[in-house]
């Protein structure tokens, strides 16, 4: 099994980010897909999920209306689209797929978001 996360980097504040998380070693389309993050000395916290299938999603309200979170179950690959970013969005994101009690993780891509 294989998350590998891509797409982080550095950017202003107010800029965007699309980050990409690639699967393999599972069947995709029957996991719930998780973009995490932790930032310094904080505990890691849920950005948002999008289940199996019909493209139901859930974010957390920091991240609301600036984040939206898609799967492509035919590439095994979730992304998350970041717009507005701030400095607070500064962390490493995971990415994490999860089904009956199975959870998998990769590990991380760091977003600094500075001027």
């Known amino acids: 099994v294989q998350l590998v996360e891509s797409g982080g980097g550095l950017v202003q504040p107010g800029g965007s980010l699309r980050l990409s998380c690639a699967a393999s070693g599972f069947t995709f389309n029957r996991y719930v897909m998780s973009w995490y993050r932790q930032a310094p000395g904080k505990e890691r916290e849920l950005v948002a999920l999008?289940?199996?299938?019909?493209?139901?999603?859930n974010y957390a309200d920091s991240v609301k209306g600036r984040f939206t979170i898609s799967r492509d179950n035919a590439k095994n690959t979730v992304y998350l689209q970041m717009n507005s970013l701030k400095p607070e969005d500064t962390a490493v994101y995971y990415c994490?797929?999860?089904?009956?009690?199975?959870?998998?993780w990769g590990k991380g891509t760091q977003v600094t978001v500075s001027s």
């Open positions: 994490q797929a999860r089904k009956l009690g199975m959870t998998y």
């Open positions: 999008i289940i199996t299938v019909g493209g139901n999603t």
